[in-house]
C-alpha cells in the first residue's frame, strides 16, 4: 500500500519559493490506523441552523440579537479579572431585579432547578421540617428535592388556578414548624401570580426562612425581595430576561446566612451548589482571595449580564407595567373569542403566562400542534395539574407587546376553525 503525502515548507512559501516535496511513503492498512469502533455520526457532517420561532409558551421565550450577541463574544477565563467585574455587574443587575441589597446574591451555573435546589440543599438539613405551597407543580417538585435530602416534608394543597390565605399558611406553620417555607410567585403551570405581602412576617413569627420561586414571575409582576421579607428568593435566565437557558439568579438573605449556612450540622449535599463556596467565588464571603470552584459558563454570563442590562435600562416599573397591559389586551382578546381564562381572580392573573381553559370538544394537542406548524409559533399544553386543562400562553421580556398578542390570537383564531372543521 502506498499513500501520498505533500509537505510543505513555511519558510520557502515565505520566500516565494514554493516548491512542495513529494514523496512516498508505505502505509499501513486503514483498520489498523483507527482504535476507534464508533465512527463519526453521520448527522454531525450537516450544517446546523436552529429554527426561527416566535416562542409564545411558558419559556424560553426569544433571545434578542444583542443579547445572542453579548454571548458569542470571545470566551475569557472564568478566573479573569475582567470576568469577575462582569459577575460583579451581574449580581447588581440581581440585587436592582430583585429589589434587595443582600450581599449573598449570585447567578448560579443551571437551570431555575439549579437555584431550587441550591436554596433547599443550603436552608435544610436532614430531618428538619420543610413546609410547601402547592397551588401548581412547583411545590411538588421543591418537596421532593427537600425529600430527597431526608427532610421531614409537609404540605400544603390547593386547586390548580388558586393560591393561599395569609390565614392558612399561618395556620399551616404553626402546626407543622418547619424551617423553610417554600412558595411560588409566579405558578406557570397554571398561571396564578401569589399575594407575596405579609407572608415573610408571618414565617419570621413562626422562626421559618421563606423561600420564593419567582422563575416565570422576576421583572414582569411586582417583586421587593427586602420589602417582602423574602429570606431566599431564586430565577432563570430565560424567561422575561430573554436570556438563553443555563444560569439563575438567586439572592439569600443576612438572616438566612446567619441563621443557618454559618451554623450547619453537615455539609449540604451538594458540593457544586453548596453556598460557602458559591459565595466565595462570588467575591461574597469578604475573603480576599477566590478560589478556584468551577469552569463558569463564561459565554452564558456575558449574556445574561446583557439581559440584566436591558432590564436596567428599560426600568423593572416599566417593565412590570408593559407585562400586565399586555396581558390584560391578551385576556380581553381571548374572551372576546369565545374562550375561558383558567384563572377567575383577575388580580392572581400571572402577567408572564397565561392560562387558557383547553376548549372544549377540541384536542388541545392538536392545537398546539397546528399553531407550531402553520405559524410557526409555540403556545403549549397544561403541566403537572394542568395537563389537559388549559393552553399556556408566556409573552416575556421583549416577546411582552400588543403585536405579538395579535399573533397569538390570530393563530388561535385559524386553529380553532380548522381544528374545529376536522372533527366535524
Ligand atoms: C415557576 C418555575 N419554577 C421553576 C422552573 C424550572 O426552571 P428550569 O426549567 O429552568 O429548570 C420553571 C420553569 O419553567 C418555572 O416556570
Same mark, same amino acid.
Given at each position: 500500500l502506498i499513500r501520498t503525502t505533500v509537505f510543505s515548507c513555511a519558510n520557502i512559501i515565505a520566500k516565494g519559493r514554493c516548491n512542495c516535496i513529494i514523496s512516498t511513503l508505505p502505509t499501513r492498512p486503514a483498520l489498523a490506523m483507527s482504535s476507534v469502533s464508533v465512527p463519526p455520526?453521520?448527522?454531525?457532517?450537516k450544517t446546523f441552523v436552529a429554527p426561527r420561532r416566535h416562542?409564545?409558551?411558558?419559556?424560553?421565550s426569544n433571545v434578542p440579537p444583542r443579547i445572542l450577541a453579548a454571548g458569542a463574544e470571545p470566551v475569557i477565563g472564568h478566573m479573569h479579572p475582567e470576568m469577575l467585574e462582569i459577575m460583579s455587574d451581574i449580581k447588581s443587575g440581581i440585587q436592582y431585579a430583585f429589589q434587595t441589597e443582600n450581599n449573598m446574591t449570585i447567578a448560579v451555573s443551571g437551570t431555575g432547578h439549579t437555584a431550587m435546589e441550591c436554596a433547599i440543599f443550603n436552608a435544610v438539613e436532614p430531618g428538619e421540617g420543610v413546609l410547601t405551597a402547592v397551588n401548581g407543580i412547583w411545590g411538588e417538585r421543591a418537596a421532593e428535592m427537600a425529600e430527597r435530602i431526608g427532610a421531614k416534608v409537609n404540605s400544603i394543597v390547593t386547586t390548580a388556578g388558586g393560591y393561599f390565605t395569609s390565614e392558612e399558611i399561618d395556620q399551616a406553620l404553626a402546626k407543622h414548624k418547619p424551617v423553610l417555607f417554600f412558595l411560588t410567585h409566579g405558578e406557570s403551570s397554571t398561571g396564578v401570580v401569589h399575594p407575596l405581602d405579609g407572608i415573610g412576617d408571618i414565617c419570621h413569627k413562626h422562626n421559618c426562612l421563606f423561600l420564593v420561586d419567582c422563575v416565570a414571575s422576576m421583572g414582569g409582576a411586582p417583586l421587593y425581595m427586602d420589602k417582602q421579607g423574602i429570606d431566599i428568593l431564586y430565577s432563570g435566565?430565560?424567561?422575561?430576561?430573554?436570556?438563553?437557558?443555563g444560569t439563575a439568579p438567586i439572592s439569600f438573605s443576612e438572616r438566612h446566612f446567619l441563621m443557618k449556612v454559618f451554623n450547619r450540622k453537615t455539609k449540604p449535599v451538594s458540593f457544586f451548589l453548596d453556598m460557602t463556596w458559591l459565595a466565595n467565588y462570588w467575591g461574597c464571603? !469578604?475573603?480576599p482571595a477566590r478560589i478556584y470552584h468551577h469552569t463558569a459558563p463564561v459565554s452564558a454570563f456575558y449574556a445574561l449580564r446583557e439581559s440584566l442590562a436591558i432590564l436596567a435600562e428599560q426600568g423593572l416599573e416599566n417593565s412590570w407595567q408593559r407585562h400586565r397591559e399586555v396581558a390584560e389586551y391578551l385576556h380581553e382578546g381571548v374572551e372576546n373569542m369565545g374562550l375561558k381564562l383558567f384563572v377567575k381572580d383577575k388580580n392572581a392573573r400571572l402577567p408572564t403566562v397565561t392560562t387558557i381553559?383547553?376548549?372544549? !370538544?377540541?384536542d388541545w394537542k392538536e392545537i398546539t400542534s397546528y399553531i407550531m406548524k402553520n405559524h410557526n409559533l409555540e403556545i403549549s399544553g397544561g403541566l403537572g395539574p394542568s395537563v389537559g386543562q388549559v393552553l399556556r400562553v408566556g409573552l416575556m421580556g421583549?416577546?411582552?407587546s400588543k403585536a405579538s398578542v395579535d399573533m397569538v390570537l390570530e393563530a388561535l383564531r385559524d386553529a380553532l376553525r380548522y381544528c374545529h372543521k376536522s372533527k366535524v
Open positions: 455520526p453521520k448527522c454531525l457532517q416562542m409564545f409558551g411558558p419559556g424560553p435566565s430565560q424567561k422575561v430576561l430573554n436570556a438563553p437557558p464571603d !469578604g475573603k381553559v383547553a376548549p372544549p !370538544g377540541y421583549g416577546n411582552s
